[in-house]
C-alpha cells in the first residue's frame, strides 16, 4: 500500500564550514527529522578549528576534502541507526559554502561510477583527489592573480562588468590559477573541478554534477548577463580550465544571514554590477539578479566579544545591548580580527564621539559598539549598491544570530525596517529542502513562490524604535568617513 502523500519528504542539506546538516522536510512544510556532524567535535584526527586550517602565513585557509566525505557517511549512517526511511525521500538538494573548490583526480569519474553500497563513501574516495586541502571562502592568499585576472580583462570595474564582482581572493577563478601556478603537476593531474555545492551533489549522483549558473557566479569566471563561461577570464587563471569545469546549466525581499561569516542578500531585476560586493543569478528566478554583500568577521567575532566583554555569557551580551542608548553615546567600533572582505581592512578601531581613536571601551559598550558597526556596515554598503529603505521594506534574518531578539533590535534600529525570523536553526538546509520540491515541480514552469505558499510564515521578530531613524542617519555618515580613514592609513594615504 503507497504512503501518504504527507509522508513523503525531500531532504535538504548544508556543508557548511563547521558541519554537515540534513533536515526532512514533508509535504506540508514541516521539518520532522534534523542532525548534523560537527567537524571539530565529531571528526577530530582532521585537526581543524572552526572546519578549517589556517596555514602559517595567516592568509591561506583551507579544508580537508576527505573530512567532508566522512562526515557524510557518519550523517547518512546516523539516519539509518535512527530508523529513517530513505524510501520517503522524493527529492534532496543542498547548499554549500560559497568558493570553496574540489580538485577531482584523474580517473576519480570511473570510482564514482561504479561505488558501492556496502563501502563507506571516504574509503572508496581516498585515491580521488589531487589536492587533499582544498581552498575555501576564507582564504585571502591569492592576491596576486587577483591583480593579474582584472589586468588581463581591462581592470576591475571591466571584469565586474563581465562576472559580477571585482577580482576576489577566495573566489574560485584565482584559487584555480593559485594552484595551476604553484602546483601544476597538481593541476595537470585533475579532470574535473568542483564548487561545494556540486562537489556535494556529485557524491549523491554517482558521477559528476555540473556547476549552476547562480553558485558559478562567484568565481569570476561566469559571464552573468550571458551565462557561459568567460573565454578571456578562463584564458587568464588557467589552460584548459573549461573542459575540467563543464559547461554551466540553469538553477531550476532582503535576506540577513548571521552566521559564521554575515552575508546580505537583495533581490534585483537589472544588475548594476560595482567594485564593491558582488552580483549573482538569481537561484529560483531566472530572470533576475540578487546582490550579495559578505562579512568575514561575523559570529566568530561577536563570540570573541561575548567572551572578553561579557564572561562567555550571551544573556551578559544582551543585558550589555538593552542597557546601552541607541547610538552609543557616539563612541563607534570597526572590529576585524581576520581581514574583512567588505571593507578590505584588519584590526580593531575604536572611536569617542569627538572621532578620536582610543584604545578601549567599557565593556557594555564595547558589545554595543560591535553589533552597531556590523549593522551599520553592512547598511552602508547596501546602499552602495543601490538599496534603499522604503516605506515596505521588510528585513529576513537567519542563522544563529537571528535567535537572539536583542540583536535584532539593533539590526531593525540601524536598518529603520522590521525584521521577521523563520523559527528554525538550519535555515540553510530547510532552503535546500524547499528548492528540492521546486526541483520536482520546476519542469512544470511552477514558480518557487507557488512552491513555498504552504511553508511556515516568518515571524515579526523586531521593529524600530521610536527615534532610530534620527540616531542612525547622524551615525551612518560618521561610520563612512570613519572607515575611509582607516582605510587610507592602512595604504598610506592622505586622509
Not at 245 to 251: A, D, E, I, N, T
Not at 455 to 475: C, D, E, F, I
Request: hydrophobic share 40%; with cysteine; charged share 15%.
Amino acid at each position: 500500500m503507497a504512503e501518504p502523500a504527507a509522508r513523503l519528504c525531500c531532504l535538504g542539506w548544508d556543508f557548511s564550514t563547521q558541519q554537515v546538516k540534513v533536515v526532512a522536510v514533508d509535504a506540508a512544510m514541516n521539518v520532522f527529522y534534523e542532525d548534523s556532524v560537527h567537524f571539530d567535535r565529531d571528526l577530530p584526527e582532521f585537526g581543524t578549528q572552526g572546519g578549517v586550517h589556517v596555514h602559517q602565513d595567516g592568509l591561506t585557509v583551507t579544508s580537508p576534502v576527505l573530512m567532508w566525505v566522512q562526515a557524510l557517511d557518519i550523517l547518512l549512517e546516523k539516519m539509518r541507526a535512527s530508523g529513517f526511511d530513505f524510501s520517503r525521500v522524493l527529492a534532496l538538494s543542498g547548499a554549500g559554502q560559497q568558493h570553496g573548490s574540489i580538485y577531482w583526480k584523474a580517473g576519480a569519474s570511473r570510482v564514482l561510477t561504479s561505488l558501492s553500497p556496502d563501502l563507506p563513501l571516504h574509503e572508496q574516495l581516498q585515491a580521488c583527489f589531487s589536492i587533499h586541502d582544498c581552498p575555501v571562502w576564507m582564504d585571502s592568499s591569492t592576491t596576486a592573480q587577483c591583480r593579474q585576472l582584472e589586468a588581463a580583462v581591462g581592470g576591475a570595474q571591466a571584469l565586474s562588468c563581465l562576472t559580477g564582482s571585482r577580482a576576489y581572493e577566495r573566489f574560485t577563478g584565482n584559487q584555480i590559477a593559485k594552484i595551476y601556478q604553484q602546483n601544476p603537476e597538481a593541476y595537470s593531474h585533475t579532470e574535473r573541478i568542483s564548487l561545494v555545492s556540486s562537489f556535494a551533489a556529485s557524491l549523491f549522483l554517482g558521477s559528476y554534477c555540473p556547476i549552476d549558473y547562480s553558485d558559478g557566479s562567484g568565481m569570476n569566471l561566469l559571464q552573468i548577463q550571458d551565462k557561459v563561461w568567460a573565454q578571456a577570464c578562463l584564458g587568464a587563471c588557467a589552460p584548459h580550465l573549461e573542459e575540467k569545469l563543464g559547461p554551466p546549466v540553469p538553477s531550476c525581499s532582503v535576506v540577513i544571514s548571521l552566521g559564521t561569516s554575515d552575508t546580505l542578500f537583495l533581490w534585483l531585476q537589472e544588475p548594476t554590477p560595482a567594485l564593491e560586493g558582488h552580483i549573482f543569478c538569481s537561484p529560483v528566478d531566472p530572470r533576475h539578479y540578487m546582490a550579495l554583500l559578505c562579512f568575514k568577521n561575523g559570529s566568530l567575532m561577536r563570540e570573541k566579544i561575548r567572551d572578553e566583554s561579557a564572561s562567555g555569557s550571551w544573556s551578559e551580551f544582551s543585558k550589555a545591548l538593552r542597557s546601552t542608548e541607541m547610538g552609543n553615546g557616539g563612541n563607534l567600533g570597526f572590529y576585524f580580527d581576520v581581514k574583512e572582505i567588505t571593507p578590505e581592512m584588519i584590526g580593531r578601531h575604536r572611536f569617542s564621539p569627538e572621532n578620536r581613536e582610543v584604545p578601549a571601551f567599557p565593556a557594555d559598550v564595547e558589545i554595543r559598539a560591535l553589533i552597531e558597526g556590523q549593522f551599520l556596515a553592512k547598511r552602508i554598503h547596501a546602499e552602495g549598491l543601490g538599496y534603499r529603505v522604503l516605506p515596505k521594506t521588510k528585513i529576513l534574518a537567519t542563522g544563529g544570530a537571528s535567535h537572539n531578539g536583542d540583536i535584532l533590535q539593533v539590526l531593525a534600529d540601524v536598518f529603520g525596517a522590521p525584521v521577521y525570523v523563520i523559527d528554525t536553526a538550519n535555515s540553510a538546509c530547510v532552503g535546500s529542502a524547499y528548492r528540492a520540491f521546486h526541483g520536482l515541480a520546476a519542469g512544470t514552469g511552477v514558480p518557487f513562490s507557488e512552491v513555498v505558499k504552504f511553508a511556515p510564515s516568518p515571524r515579526l521578530a523586531a521593529t524600530p524604535s521610536p527615534g532610530a531613524a534620527q540616531v542612525y542617519a547622524a551615525l551612518l555618515p560618521r561610520y563612512a568617513q570613519l572607515e575611509q580613514r582607516i582605510l587610507s592609513q592602512s595604504q598610506g594615504l592622505p586622509e
